[in-house]
């Protein structure tokens, strides 16, 4: 989705890495997310319902850490704030290849 709309409008693409966090007994239920840069953001509300220990957010936010550099690798992308074209952004939400 993202190409298309780089193409359309003629702007230069950039690839921000972030992913949700998710607990075992809950792994389509995000509790909070992480970015490349290691910034992350917890629901407190939803780990208070999930019941979630400090244990288990920060397994997830290994388990989330190591995604992250996996797909920079992958796709030997560069950081963000390198390629910000101007104060106008347009974000196309790519769902995520399956890990193989």
């Known amino acids: 989705m993202a190409l298309p709309t780089v193409e ?3 702007r230069p693409l950039a690839i ?8 075992p007994a809950a792994p389509e239920l995000a509790f909070g997310a992480r970015d490349e840069d ?3 953001t917890v629901d407190g509300q939803t780990v208070a319902r999930l019941m979630l220990g400090p244990e288990v957010i920060a397994s997830a936010k290994a ?9 920079i690798a992958l796709y030997k992308a560069h950081a963000l704030a390198q390629y910000l074209p101007g104060p106008d952004v347009i974000l196309v939400d790519e769902p995520a290849a399956p890990s193989r």
């Open 63 to 71: 388990r989330v850490e190591a995604e992250i550099r996996r797909r």
């Open 16 to 23: 921000v890495h972030a992913c949700k966090l998710t607990a």
């Open 38 to 40: 290691g910034q992350a």
């Open 8 to 10: 359309r409008l003629r």
